[in-house]
């Protein structure tokens, strides 16, 4: 499967009569961007607010980041089962408006929602800080429960990043990149000479607002599936959790996801990339013993001497990553584990809530508990007191004069476990 991505270079967005990208310049027709983000009997209100990077501007609370992209040729269409029909994606060519991002925000829905700043000490953490946003605030009506709120807000912003999208479609790209992976025995016959690699990408679904979705389906509800990796940057998957915003992947990150675009750029190099296992992360023991048994499987199946297996969320989720890891290195493959930490304030509780010894090759995304203060904001979008209830935070950590302390928990990707991050190592 071959899919052309195609990168228009966004550097600005300004509010203007309609909406086009010229120049480098998204401008946005904002009450049409509304009215079409709003088309839902459930939302009450939308607004439309503009955020840059260096901006005196806080987001709080998060609930999804999305990159506007729009089908040009091919089979499907953006955001497959929920905004078009579940035919395949993966293949054809995509527009995609880089540099530019939807935010959705509004009265908070789970818990576990963010916080971008966009400059101060807290932009260092979030790369949606280097963004261009265009911050949707939806509201939905009086009385909607929690499940619903979600729901209502996530249709929202894809049909905002459709809409922006669309703007790019007969627009020349700044640059055109082709990704392909080959049906598996042609794939893997490639290049016999390199080893040959998979990638077993965990899914949060934890239920309670902790979903994740392909091609509109909870993954929680699935097995085990191979996949090609073009579905996954066609935005096959897509965020409908409410994990702690640190660590949660939202739908921006699940198409520009950099384990895949790492495994490509080293594929027909150093390794030979087969393609992606997505798996769920699912409460009881009997479904992670499924799961894990049936990634096992997969992987083993396809005759790989190495996976790379990322997991998003912490504590639970930490039991099905070493499941994962202890079944597939029985088998002879070898693997690497991609997590963050959770190991206290001053850093020294146990990091994960489980561990094996064949663990022994694991990329830390970062210790989510490290406190942070972030001063005031200019501009706030959204509500600042949900600072006191959001997961990383506490009682006072809104302080009267705008500025929040807490842990870098509450931020968008402070230590993503994808690794679309800042955070990095150094020996000392």
Not at 14 to 19: D, L, P, R, V, Y
Not at 152 to 162: E, P, Y
Not at 336 to 342: A, C, G, R
Request: charged share 20%; aromatic share 6%; glycine share 10%.
């Amino acid at each position: 499967m071959r899919l052309e991505v195609g990168e228009i270079l966004v550097k600005d967005v300004q509010f203007g009569e309609a909406t086009a990208v010229k120049g480098g310049v998204l401008y946005i027709d904002k009450e049409e961007l509304a009215a079409e983000a709003a088309k839902d009997d459930r939302i009450k209100s939308v607004e439309v607010f503009l955020a840059r990077p260096g901006e005196s501007v806080r987001i709080l609370p998060v609930k999804d980041v999305i990159e506007p992209r729009v089908k040009v040729e091919g089979p499907g269409g953006i955001f497959p089962g929920f905004m078009t029909d579940v035919e395949q994606v993966g293949s054809g060519r995509t527009h995609v408006l880089k540099g530019a991002a939807v935010v959705t925000t509004g009265k908070i829905v789970g818990f576990q929602e963010g916080i971008i700043d966009m400059s101060g000490p807290g932009a260092q953490y979030t790369p949606f800080s280097q963004t261009q946003n265009v911050v949707v605030k939806v509201e939905p009506v009086d009385g909607i429960l929690q499940h619903e709120h979600e729901l209502v807000v996530r249709l929202a912003g894809f049909r905002a990043a459709v809409y922006l999208g669309e703007a790019g479609k007969e627009v020349t790209p700044d640059k055109v990149t082709p990704y392909e992976t080959k049906p598996i025995l042609e794939q893997a016959a490639q290049y016999p000479g390199l080893p040959k690699v998979a990638y077993v990408y965990m899914l949060q679904t934890q239920g309670l607002l902790h979903n994740t979705y392909y091609y509109g389906v909870d993954v929680r509800q699935i097995v085990p599936t191979f996949m090609y990796p073009t579905e996954i940057m066609d935005g096959a998957i897509v965020s409908g959790n409410c994990v702690s915003a640190c660590d949660k992947n939202p739908t921006y990150i699940h198409a520009n996801n950099p384990v895949i675009a790492d495994l490509y750029e080293q594929h027909g190099k150093t390794i030979n990339f087969l393609g992606c296992i997505i798996t769920n992360e699912n409460v009881t023991l009997q479904d992670k013993e499924r799961s894990s048994n049936m990634t096992a499987k997969l992987v083993g199946f396809l005759g790989v001497d190495a996976v790379i297996i990322s997991e998003e969320g912490f504590g639970n989720p930490d039991a099905d990553l070493v499941m994962n890891c202890n079944k597939i290195e029985k088998q002879g493959i070898k693997t690497v584990l991609i997590t963050d930490e959770y190991a206290g304030q001053d850093g020294g509780s146990q990091s994960l809530a489980d561990s094996t010894p064949l663990g022994n090759a694991v990329v830390t995304a970062g210790n989510a508990n490290q406190v942070v203060e972030l001063p005031p904001m200019q501009t706030v979008l959204g509500y600042p007191e949900v600072a006191h209830v959001i997961a990383g935070g506490w009682e006072g950590s809104l302080r009267p004069d705008g500025s929040i302390e807490a842990e870098i928990q509450v931020i968008i990707g402070a230590t993503n476990e994808l690794g679309y991050g800042y955070l990095t190592a150094k020996t000392i």
